[in-house]
């Protein structure tokens, strides 16, 4: 089976955001490859951060993940800084990657603006990234848009490596990136992309009360100011998530009865509140059941950090012996 390495950030519980844009998919993906998915607590330490609240969020990330699917039975989920060899690959692949390649990365360049003093560890987030994946010798990684370029260096890592120490074999397999068919979803503001740092996130497990207590305010089509005016469907936001959580008829529905002007949004939203529920009910069920069991969730990080300790011992084995480390 092609193993797939895919990682996330400890940003605490996943929000719907998160959920449609890539977890849905791994949840998918589990039952057709060797998955790894990681929760990259290196990553999140560079900047500024509480110690205690990484710990938190950390945890909180592990719950989410298990919730929305991903089976521990099926697939490997685990915290990156339970497996050391992170650090060790990252900081040898440093010393084949031209920094000119790190200051191009747009991420890069976005965050070290706003920044007074810049620490290295943000230049080099993408090796530590390339790392990720090459210690598991992964063949493809699930991933958005944002992702691709990251992914491009991490390729010509791989092949510069495989070049210099493996005399030309593919020890590193070159990963693909495999673009998340769903499209990035917009935040209740309907304004910016969802997450966190924009404050327009709907959790994951936040109880569907308060999910309404959201939904009834947010944004819908700008033009239809009166209850009688007909709306146009592929403006609005609200639309939007009803392809994501209600099946084609309803969506069908949905757009008839807002471009009619059928139905004023407080009723359109109510359909969406539905198709949520029917969605997101079941993973509410199992996040309360996990927080009812903290040991499941702490013995299949446990169960996820072993496998991956033992495939990373095997890579670092050869890379070591390749490179003269004795
Ligand atoms: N940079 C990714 C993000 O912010 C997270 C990540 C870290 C990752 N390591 C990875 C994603 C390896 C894919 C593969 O979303």
């Known amino acids: 089976m092609p193993r797939i390495f895919s990682g996330i950030q ?4 996943l929000h719907v955001g998160n959920y449609l844009g890539a977890v849905k998919n791994w949840v998918e993906l589990q039952h057709s490859y060797d998955c790894i998915f990681c929760i990259v607590d290196y990553h999140a330490i560079i900047g500024a951060y509480e110690p205690d609240d990484l710990r938190r969020r950390t945890a909180d990330m592990a719950v989410s993940l298990l919730a929305a ?22 900081w040898i692949l ?3 990657t031209p920094i000119g390649e790190l200051e191009r990365q747009t991420q890069f ?4 603006q706003r920044q007074e003093s810049v620490v290295a560890g943000l230049l080099n987030y993408p090796v530590l990234q390339a790392a990720d994946i090459l210690l598991y010798r992964a063949d493809g990684v699930p991933v958005g848009e944002d992702q691709v370029q990251h992914l491009e260096l991490s390729r010509e890592i791989a092949r510069k490596w495989n070049a210099r120490f493996a005399r030309g074999e593919d020890f590193f397999p070159e990963p693909k990136p ?33 999910v309404w207590e959201k939904l009834r305010p947010a944004v819908t089509d700008p033009k239809r100011v009166r209850r009688t005016d007909p ?5 609005c936001n609200i639309y939007h998530l009803h392809k994501a959580f209600n099946p084609p008829e309803t969506v069908e529905h949905v757009a008839t009865m807002c471009s009619t002007a059928g139905w004023g949004c407080i009723d359109c939203k ?14 509410h069920e199992r996040a309360r ?22 495939l990373a011992r095997e890579t670092m084995g050869y890379v070591r012996e390749r490179m003269g480390l004795v």
């Open 178 to 210: 495999l673009l998340t068919a769903t499209r990035r979803v917009m935040g209740l503001d309907g304004q910016a992309k969802m997450s966190k740092s924009m404050g327009n996130t709907v959790g994951l497990l936040e109880p569907f009360d308060a």
């Open 289 to 310: 059941e996990l927080s009812a069991h903290p040991d499941r969730v702490r013995d299949a990080l446990a169960t996820g950090a072993d496998r991956c300790r033992a």
């Open 231 to 235: 709306g146009t469907p592929e403006v």
């Open 94 to 96: 440093n010393t084949i």
């Open 10 to 13: 400890p940003s605490g519980e």
């Open 109 to 112: 360049k976005d965050k070290a």
């Open 270 to 283: 109510k359909v969406l509140l539905e198709g949520m529920k029917r969605e997101l009910g079941p993973i």
């Open 69 to 90: 699917g991903l089976d521990p039975d099926k697939c490997t989920v685990f915290v990156q800084s339970h497996v050391p060899e992170h650090t060790e690959l990252a």
